[in-house]
């Protein structure tokens, strides 16, 4: 024991005396503070200051250096969602000789990812905005492995959710709150700050109104991947259950509620001859809930952040999702945007309530639940007559909330009728190869020779060879692209061509020279790069 202790504080010395000498390095990837995450050696906390702090010394490092654009106006975004007021990080600077003035540092040994959670009481945020990226930003740094310890900064309880944050690494994560606890000056050995975006595929409408990322990035694989992350984690068996097909009906039991929810099943049930269940947040737990969910056919349920759970579907599965009285589908689209990332492999069907006796209003509720009490009378005449809810800003629009807080009395008919227009015969999971979705590789060795007739005509013979990729894949379809220009103009003439080679002969003069790009496709839409530029001279 004596020795552990001897033990620890020569280390505790060392690593003082190392922070004293050395101060804090600091080094970054990115741009812009959206799309920054900084790696630190020696980055310390004030747990009374609420500051993170800077110690500069002739050793320390700070890539980059901003100056005071430092400030302008942050260093990097904590959170995953873009460029959010509420979510910027910065530090405070001092000479590493201040250390001797001040609290004695606590240094936490654990390699460490300090972030933001966005709202840890909505299943869509944290899954959206935290679990996925967070995930993801561990994989983009070999630094942080299971024994990362993640810090949450942006000062909540642990919220709804915390046992799905705890999954991702093998430690506790830590509260800001929870930081007192621990010392006055706090000291990171090793840690990184902020959160990668790169999967992240919705804006909810802070700057313009909600909608799907205008750059989205990620595609059902990775989706995917992180599903079987979590689902090692949270024990549940990949695999199926072979034999059972059933459909989901994901319920709330608070609000938005459906109004003929055992109607709903049985109509389900008799279309579709399948088992149909439901399961809820409040009935179930999450181990369940994605055991369920990873091998159903179909999973029906209110517009809802408990819709994200539909990233736990298999291939092929069909997600449709209910909309309010006038609550127009296309303008709140979270889930028909996963569900229809590239390789997603997900049907989307959307249903939304056009008729008004199957609405049941909440005008007395608090505002946060949709009620409109507090509002103008004229202001509440309009809402309660209003058909659809024009496009707005997050986060508080009364007549938003009010519409989106309905109960609705499904008309089963019109929900059967549009799922048939999608789902024809029996929904069911589907075995997808992998190799759907490749792209062709250049053409090769394309080369032209031209021939003239006479002083007014000529021909352009052109070839190339199959991109190298192509003798390794099945591909339905393959065929060439190729934009001939006549040198000096400014417009092409465009082929679509089966084979690998062409003699071109209208439009083409003799003595000129010619710019030929060519490309492959493959099934149509798959377009290839291309290949470098060929000059060809009749
Ligand atoms: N929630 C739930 N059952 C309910 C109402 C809400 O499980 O009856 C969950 C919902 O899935 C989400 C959280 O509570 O994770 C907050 O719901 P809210 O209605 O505020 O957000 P929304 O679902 O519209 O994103």
């Known amino acids: 024991q004596s020795q552990e202790i001897s033990q620890f504080s020569i280390d505790y010395h060392v690593a003082l005396q190392a922070l004293v000498e050395d101060g804090t390095k600091m080094v970054c990837t990115g741009r812009m503070h959206t799309d920054r995450i900084c790696r630190f050696e020696s980055l310390c906390y004030s747990t009374e200051a609420e500051e993170f702090v800077f110690f500069h010394s ?167 991947q992180f599903k079987t992350f979590m689902m090692k984690r949270l024990n549940v068996s990949l695999e199926g259950i072979p034999g059972e097909e059933y459909i989901i009906v994901f319920s709330r039991t608070i609000n938005r509620l459906i109004l003929n929810e055992a109607e709903l099943i049985l109509a389900l049930a008799q279309e579709f001859q399948m088992k149909t269940i439901t399961v809820s947040i409040e009935d179930h737990t999450f181990s369940e809930i994605v055991h369920l969910i990873s091998n159903a056919s179909m999973l029906v349920s209110m517009h809802g952040a408990q819709l994200v759970m539909s990233l736990f579907l298999p291939r092929g599965a069909t997600v449709v999702e209910l909309f309010p009285f006038a609550i127009n589908p296309e303008h709140y689209t979270p889930y028909k945007t996963l569900s229809t990332l590239p390789g997603m492999d997900l049907q989307y069907i959307s249903w939304q309530n056009t008729e008004k006796e199957n609405t049941v209003t909440y005008p007395d509720r608090p505002w946060d639940q949709g009620g409109i009490a507090h509002l103008d009378k004229t202001e509440q005449d309009r809402i309660i007559k209003s058909n659809e809810v024009s496009r707005h800003l997050c986060c508080r629009n009364p007549e938003w909330l009010f519409r989106i807080y309905q109960d609705t009395k499904i008309n089963i008919a019109s929900l059967i009728q549009i799922i048939r227009q999608t ?65 000096g103009e400014n417009t092409y003439m465009p082929y679509i061509l089966s084979h690998r080679n062409h003699t071109f002969s209208d439009n083409i003069k003799p003595f000129t020279n010619y710019l030929v790009w060519i490309r492959c496709i493959f099934n149509k839409n798959l377009l290839g790069p291309f290949a470098d530029m060929l000059v060809c001279s009749t």
């Open 58 to 224: 002739s050793s320390s490092v700070m890539l980059p250096n901003l100056g005071s654009r430092r400030f302008q106006p942050a260093l990097l975004d904590l959170s995953s969602v873009e460029d959010h007021n509420t979510q910027y990080f910065n530090f405070v600077e001092l000479p590493a000789a201040a250390l001797k003035f001040m609290p004695k540092p606590v240094f936490v040994p654990d390699v460490a990812l300090i972030m933001n959670r966005f709202n840890p009481d909505n299943l869509m945020h944290i899954f959206h905005d935290d679990l996925l990226p967070i995930f993801y930003t561990m994989q983009q740094f070999p630094d942080l492995d299971l024994d990362t310890r993640l810090f949450f900064m942006e000062g909540w309880g642990e919220g709804l959710h915390f046992e799905l944050y705890k999954l991702l690494s093998n430690k506790q994560p830590l509260l800001r709150e929870q930081l007192k606890t621990l010392g006055r000056l706090l000291c990171f050995t090793k840690s990184y700050v902020g959160l990668s975006k790169i999967t992240t595929w919705y804006q909810y409408g802070f700057v313009q109104p909600q909608g799907p990322k205008a750059n989205i990035l990620v595609s059902g694989n990775e989706i995917r």
């Open 423 to 487: 789902v024809k015969t029996k929904p069911r999971p589907k075995k997808q190869k992998w190799t759907s979705g490749l792209y062709p590789g250049k053409v090769r060795d394309a080369k032209c020779q031209a021939s003239i007739q006479g002083t007014s005509e000529a021909k352009l013979s052109i070839s190339w060879q199959i991109p190298w990729n192509l003798k390794y894949l099945k591909v339905r379809e393959v065929k060439y692209e190729v934009w001939i220009q006549e040198q």
